[in-house]
């Protein structure tokens, strides 16, 4: 009993600290990202890692721009639908990808005219008027092909290198 309490307390501490509230330091690091917007881009990230912790894989399906484009192993597709996208999900979604998604900080995140790019190019997102002329936030291509994992991990061993 004694055990099980402390476990549901590091899980909640775990889920607040990593849900907090968006923070306007954050929200004011993207004044121009994509000529869109910033603070949505954090939200998005925000909610897409609830998803992800969750595994709310239908959810996940809704935050794509069709067609999506992917590439997985020496494989690379275009997804269509909701339908196909959750066919592939758990190829899609493995146990890495969704660490490298949790562990995003939205302050290291790279930014160009194609989009924002998680972690590398890993996963690229974009910010599209909707046919209400709304701005959406949604993920257009999913990179978890072997060459891009192997760039992610010699990132990491520089990372390390320089901070010891």
Known sequence: MKTTIILLYFISFLYISTFSQVSRDSIQHYPNIVGGDGKQFVIFLKNLKKM???NQRTKIA??????????????TKTIKTKEQF??????????????MILD?????????YEGIALQG????????????????TKIITINNSNEIWEGYYRRLKIQSTKSE
């Open 52 to 54: 992800i912790f969750k």
């Open 62 to 75: 809704t935050q794509m721009f069709y067609p999506l484009h992917v590439a997985y192993g020496e494989k």
């Open 86 to 99: 959750l066919k592939l999900y758990d190829t899609l979604f493995s146990k890495r990808m969704k660490k």
């Open 104 to 112: 995003q900080n939205p302050d290291s995140v790279f930014s160009n």
């Open 121 to 136: 190019g890993m996963v690229w997102i974009d910010q599209r008027l909707s046919s209400g002329g709304a701005l959406v």
